[in-house]
């Protein structure tokens, strides 16, 4: 972009906001935005708002929204130029946080706020959320790329996304069904979901003092640190979607910012639970990260998930079948705690 | 926030994360969010997703989904420390890009990116939110407040939010009505909506020369430059509300970012239009920032809205009848051209 002189006129360029590169990113990512499209969608790429059919949803629909971005995540994928995979991690962010309530996605809506709008970048941000759509039946239904000079600045970007999903009124997860001594199983995570980062990335780059393209200690992958933190935010709807209409799943807790102290306890209906730390399998990257760090236990488990993706809230009497059905689809899944309605937080058995 | 030594153990709080900051905003502004809930609601504030009764919205309900921000408005926010106005602009913006397709809203989910959380200004920017929800009918029903140390720095943020609306299908507006010789009616705008501001900026800093806090050029509410471009992103949905379900209104267009041609061709089926930029009410806002600017014609009623801020595309012969009935309710409007199938895109008529 040029610089205007002092007197001459100005135009919208030489404020650093270019209007066509908006419009290039989404012409590049078009063809990955319809291949989510479905038969509910009436507009193409490009309208002012996406159209999506609601008729037919179920007998007693309810739609589930929910807003999330990817934190600084953002800032492990700029470092190391690297915007294909962030997206995908910020669907599934969302898809999970609608399963929770017992909900399968319908639409999703992206927003990519830069400084300086790169058409290939915003394409392969876009591409990893419609990557991340089409694997769990999601439409792409629209979205915004806003340059935002001086508010971003240099490769800085956030990526915000809202998800659309409905649950039908029976099936709704909505905390009534948990009873006090109902079994808490795990899901194990894969890596730091889209959490945590501000303090991992001052570890590794501070403590550890490697570059993201040297080897994560200890990684059993060989992975560079770049690779390690930016895993994808595992989906966990694959993995609970056979149980969704069962009335042994009294509820579930995805295990995001705040860790699971801040998480498990919203969905318990006031009550709390007592859980064991050491029945989640340890994870290297969490290991690494807590002593490199001199992280304190208590603290770690606050800011990261410590390994655990998802928690399902079950009758005890059903927790060995579930177990065991989760084993046979390849899912090692562990038995970490109960509710327990003498207490309202979390309760750490050691 | 306390600095870790170089050897002791890091905390998240020392990345410049806050967990509880966040909590603390939401505490702040739930009052204000939970005045926005209607029948269809069924969870509380700081459920995982918000949950919406989806059940008799129509015979043939359409949902229409739209992402927006409000750009680099927050940096005029930021700069006088106002954040209670810029929320009510983004709802309004998200309420024009659904209406425009027939649709009313029906919930809005926001985010907020801050680089530090300060709870009481993220608590008036979610007040803001759902002050323009409430307004019209639309349910704020959740949200996201990131804390993003380093992608954002100082005061700036960003401000993002999605609305889902719906329309019943025999009224949804999409282009198919719209025939050539169709009359534009032009709505005035109030200011710069949500557009324009990196260029606006840069001409009230460095070509008027003025502090934000000086008076604004030629207002004739002799406002200070930051009233005059924090003036709320208008509403049109009162406007055109009645004529929703009426067959003689063709399409609408909301002038946003690109303006009056970058924004009226999306509408018109494949046809484009000619206009008269003399019909267009002159505003005192566009005028001095095009002189202060030295901004070419062509490149400001792209960069700008110039004063229009809906066009309703109707039947040339119920263009009359329309205008006596928004005059009737103290709306003027204006001829300001007609759809012409010779051409693609916006032609100028002077």
Request: net charge negative; glycine share 12%.
């Amino acid at each position: 972009m040029s610089s205007p002189t002092s007197t001459g006129g100005l135009r919208y360029r030489d404020a650093g906001v270019d209007i066509d590169a908006a419009d290039e990113a989404l012409e590049r990512a078009r063809s990955a935005i319809r291949s989510t499209f479905n038969d509910r969608v009436l507009a193409d790429v490009g309208s002012f708002g996406g159209l999506f059919r609601a008729d037919g949803l179920g007998r007693e629909p309810i739609l589930v929204g929910t807003t999330d971005g990817v934190g600084t995540k953002t800032r492990v994928a700029a470092a190391v130029q690297r915007f294909d995979t962030v997206g995908r991690c910020l669907v599934q962010h969302c898809v999970n946080d609608a399963l929770v309530q017992g909900a399968r996605p319908l639409f999703f809506l992206d927003y990519v706020g830069v400084g300086t709008l790169h058409p290939e970048r915003v394409a392969a941000l876009i591409g990893g959320v419609a990557a991340g759509c089409k694997d769990h039946g999601t439409v792409l239904l629209g979205g915004e790329t806003a340059e935002m000079p001086g508010v971003y600045s240099g490769d800085d970007f956030d990526l915000v996304g809202t998800l659309v999903g409905v649950v039908e009124r029976e099936h709704l997860l909505d905390g009534t069904r948990v009873r006090s001594g109902d079994a808490l199983i795990g899901i194990r995570s894969e890596g730091l979901h889209t959490n945590g980062y501000s303090l991992a990335r001052r570890i590794v780059e501070e403590r550890m003092g490697i570059a993201w393209t040297d080897p994560f200690p200890g990684d059993p992958l060989n992975r560079d640190a770049a690779a390690v933190m930016l895993q994808n935010h595992r989906c966990y709807l694959p993995v609970v979607d056979p149980w969704l209409k069962r009335t042994e799943l009294h509820a579930m807790a995805h295990i995001t910012g705040a860790g699971v102290p801040g998480n498990l306890p919203r969905v318990l209906n006031g009550m709390g639970a007592r859980v064991s730390r050491a029945a989640v399998p340890a994870q290297n990257v969490f290991s690494q990260l807590v002593k490199a760090g001199g992280v304190e236990r208590d603290e770690a488990w606050s800011a990261f998930n410590m390994g655990v993706g998802l928690i399902l809230v079950v009758d005890p009497n059903a927790a060995d079948e579930i177990q065991t059905e989760l084993r046979a689809r390849g899912e090692e899944s562990f038995l970490m705690g109960k509710v327990a309605e003498d207490v309202t937080e979390v309760a750490w058995l050691d």
